[in-house]
């Protein structure tokens, strides 16, 4: 397990100099003993040149600042004999904390969307119901899955069916992002619900 050569980019991502990482027991890399020892389990399965061991680390950098990486292992063989193995390191901290972010911030939605006292849905440009919560559901009689089958219009009013789709057009078009109105929707079990319904546009990253 120990180092017997790096490059300039294994010092930057671990603190420590070539020359203090070169002759090193890879162990104190790793924030504890366990890690470490399973590490070393996978590596030792590696059979031939062909296998490819991947898989993702917690290491501590020298001025102890807590790194993720993910380490790439292949065999070093010389005339069938395995005599050491090589080793790449990428450093994947920051997309580590993008996705917790990212994961942190989905949870934070679900739970305000799922418990919200008003009843709530994400519909696609074709007015189709993707998700509602249990509000709606109170609302208009349908159970979640029910509402997967529907549209927007499924529920309204034939005379305020335009309502919805002027602002999803309008939206598309660039016009408007979000808007309030009233519309007039029909319960599961007939009897008429007015709304007052707040829309807003949703984009992705590409727009």
């Keep these: 397990g120990k180092i017997i050569w790096c490059n300039k980019r294994m010092s930057d991502i671990t603190g420590y100099t070539i020359e203090e990482l070169i002759g090193a027991d890879t162990r104190f890399l790793y924030i504890n003993e366990e890690d470490y020892l399973l590490f070393g389990e996978s590596v030792n399965n590696l059979k031939s040149e062909k296998d490819l061991f991947e898989k993702e680390v917690k290491w501590k950098r020298k001025d102890g600042k807590i790194i993720y990486c993910m380490v790439s292992i ?3 063989n010389s005339s069938n004999v395995t005599k050491g193995y090589i080793t790449t390191i990428s450093d994947i901290t920051e997309k580590k904390k993008i996705n917790e ?4 911030s989905e949870e934070k939605f679900r739970l305000a969307f799922d418990s919200a006292n ?4 994400l519909v696609d440009i074709n007015g189709r119901f993707i998700k509602v919560n249990d ?5 208009f009689g349908y159970s979640k899955e029910e509402f997967l089958d529907k549209t927007v219009n499924d529920l309204t009013h034939p005379e305020d069916q335009k309502i919805s789709l002027e ?3 309008n939206a598309l078009e660039g016009k408007i992002e979000k808007n309030i109105f009233e ?8 009897n008429l619900v007015w709304g007052l319904v707040s829309s807003s546009l949703v984009k992705d990253s590409k727009g």
Aim: net charge positive; with cysteine.
């Design 74 to 76: 292949s065999i070093l």
């Design 101 to 104: 972010a990212l994961q942190e």
């Design 118 to 121: 008003n009843g709530m849905c």
């Design 135 to 139: 509000k709606m559901c109170e609302l």
């Design 167 to 169: 602002f999803i057009q």
């Design 183 to 190: 519309k007039r929707y029909y319960h599961k079990d007939g």
